[in-house]
């Protein structure tokens, strides 16, 4: 299905035509959003993306430029500062004439994407004098084969409810990832495994497209450890297996420096084998906010001493480090980002809430480039270094702050992201929340709609791509 087609598929399942026509759509507050936010400029495809390399792209106009096509012009604009290599000068904000002829009433474009970056199809009006008035830009990534075989996909998981200290039941907190736009999450209490494997089964009835991952937060060691994905219950299993556990432990004091205090060996140990037993379920074994701050009415404190979190993560026995965690207060992302370059450079990170209330969901989040949301391919791409850390908490006046941090090529396509893809996947994730959570308080057991709002989240991107 092409895109135009596409849009019009879903404008009929209740997403907003606000997209399909091209004009600034509302954020959550009821306010317009950006032109850079919005789909937009009534030309057909809005966005897309390609593989580097020649191309082929076909801009149909709108219909009130029907049959006036030789009024209009259309150029690039490169996003890289590269250019065609016949100016003398940088082109900074210049845009250089595109090849192209007229076809059945639209644009067929020959392209030829050098270079991994943002591109920009401006149209202008062509006026007399020579002078040109803007009409409407088209915006365009080209991507490595690699990542282009990719999908993206916004997880959390890291999430609190009533099972543990959360102040939400645990369907409140499955639910509300579907209203901030989530593609997978994982509930992860305390020492609490059956949380995420009770909403993993109670939302299996319905043919939706997020996925629900088994995960807990681990505390065996002072350092707070998620098993996310494993199998089973990382507390379970060292339970029944505390014999094989603890002579594990004993093993890995005997390989820390002498000067270590008996406190900070064990507890560095112990969080060294919570890693090993988690990657034996299977699971992910993650580093969780190493800068945590603890604020009783006695003054604030990093809940891990220094040489105990230098050791954990330069050791690195570890899956991944949670850089972003959006419950912790900023000087914690701020120690993390000192940090992680000097003592684990080159690990995978993840950003999550780390949310005891419903209000905090949203505000930090992992996009996973992988094959598919399932999550062996979640597992594999986050192990391979194709995830980022989002923190979506910070706020510029009224505008919504995205920092993304990770490998570079895949941070500066997340940006295309937020502004051509995420806001309509969001939009349309939120519809097939809303939808769930009417079939669950009315106990309806038809689905159809479900299964189409879920069927338009996953068509999306695949619309997007050239």
Same mark, same amino acid.
């Given at each position: 299905?092409?895109?135009? =087609? ?37 030309? *057909?495809?809005? $966005? ?6 020649? $191309?082929?792209? &076909? ?9 006036? %096509? ?16 016949? #100016? ?31 591109? =920009? ?38 999430? /609190?409810?009533?099972?543990? @200290?959360?102040?939400?039941? +645990? ?22 495994? #059956? ?11 319905? +043919? ?24 089973? #219950? ?22 820390? +420096?002498?000067? *270590? ?6 507890? *560095?140990?112990? $969080?060294? !084998?919570?890693? @090993? ?58 120690? !993390? ?15 999550? &809430?780390?949310?005891?209330? *419903?209000?905090?969901?949203? &505000?930090?989040? &992992? ?8 999550? +062996? ?10 995830? %980022? ?6 706020? /510029? ?27 309509? /996947? ?41």
């Amino acid at each position: 299905m092409d895109r135009k =087609t596409f849009i019009k598929s879903i404008a009929v399942i209740g997403a907003s035509p606000a997209f399909a026509a091209g004009v600034p759509s509302k954020d959550a507050n009821g306010k317009n959003k950006t032109k850079s936010e919005s789909f937009g400029g009534g030309f *057909v495809p809005s $966005a897309r993306i390609f593989k580097t390399g020649r $191309a082929k792209l &076909t801009l149909r106009p709108p219909e009130k430029y029907a049959g006036k %096509l030789s009024s209009l012009s259309v150029s690039i604009l490169y996003g890289d500062a590269a250019w065609d290599g016949k #100016s003398d000068s940088f082109p900074w904000a210049r845009d250089f004439p595109a090849k192209y002829r007229e076809e059945n009433g639209a644009f067929a474009i020959d392209a030829d994407f050098k270079k991994e970056c943002r591109y =920009t199809f401006v149209v202008k009006d062509k006026k007399r004098g020579g002078n040109e008035s803007f009409v409407a830009s088209v915006p365009v990534y080209a991507l490595g084969e690699d990542i282009y075989a990719l999908r993206p996909f916004k997880g959390d998981s890291h999430i /609190h409810s009533t099972n543990s @200290d959360g102040k939400n039941s +645990p369907e409140e907190v499955a639910l509300r990832c579907y209203e901030v736009g989530l593609d997978y999450q994982a509930i992860s209490d305390h020492s609490v495994y #059956s949380t995420s494997e009770d909403m993993k089964r109670k939302f299996s009835r319905f +043919p939706t497209s997020m996925s629900f991952f088994n995960a807990e937060e681990c505390h065996y060691s002072h350092a707070h450890i998620q098993n996310f994905g494993g199998s089973q #219950s990382l507390t379970e299993y060292v339970k029944k297996n505390r014999g094989e556990f603890d002579a594990l432990v004993a093993e890995i004091e005997k390989t820390l +420096p002498a000067d *270590v205090s008996a406190v900070v060996r064990r507890n *560095v140990a112990v $969080a060294e !084998a919570e890693f @090993d037993f988690i990657r034996r379920l299977g699971g992910i074994a993650v580093f969780n906010h190493p800068f945590w701050e603890a604020a009783p009415k006695k003054g604030k404190y990093t809940h891990m001493e220094s040489r105990m979190l230098d050791l954990i993560a330069g050791r690195q026995k570890f899956d991944a480090y949670e850089l972003v965690n959006s419950t912790c207060a900023d000087i914690a992302l701020a120690r !993390a980002l000192c940090h992680y370059p000097r003592h684990c450079a080159g690990k995978p990170v993840i950003g999550c &809430t780390d949310a005891h209330s *419903v209000d905090l969901q949203g &505000t930090g989040y &992992t996009i996973v480039f992988a094959k598919s949301c399932d999550f +062996p391919d979640i597992k594999g791409a986050v192990l391979g270094g194709k995830s %980022l850390a989002v923190d979506a908490y910070s706020s /510029h006046g009224s505008k919504l702050q995205r920092l993304a941090f990770g490998d570079e090529r895949l941070v500066r396509f997340s940006y295309f992201l937020f502004d051509e893809y995420f806001p309509l /996947h969001d939009e349309l994730v939120a519809r097939e929340g809303k939808l769930i959570k009417g079939a669950l308080e009315s106990g309806s057991k038809d689905y159809s709609e479900i299964a189409e709002a879920a069927k338009a989240v996953e068509g999306l991107y695949e619309s997007m791509l050239g």
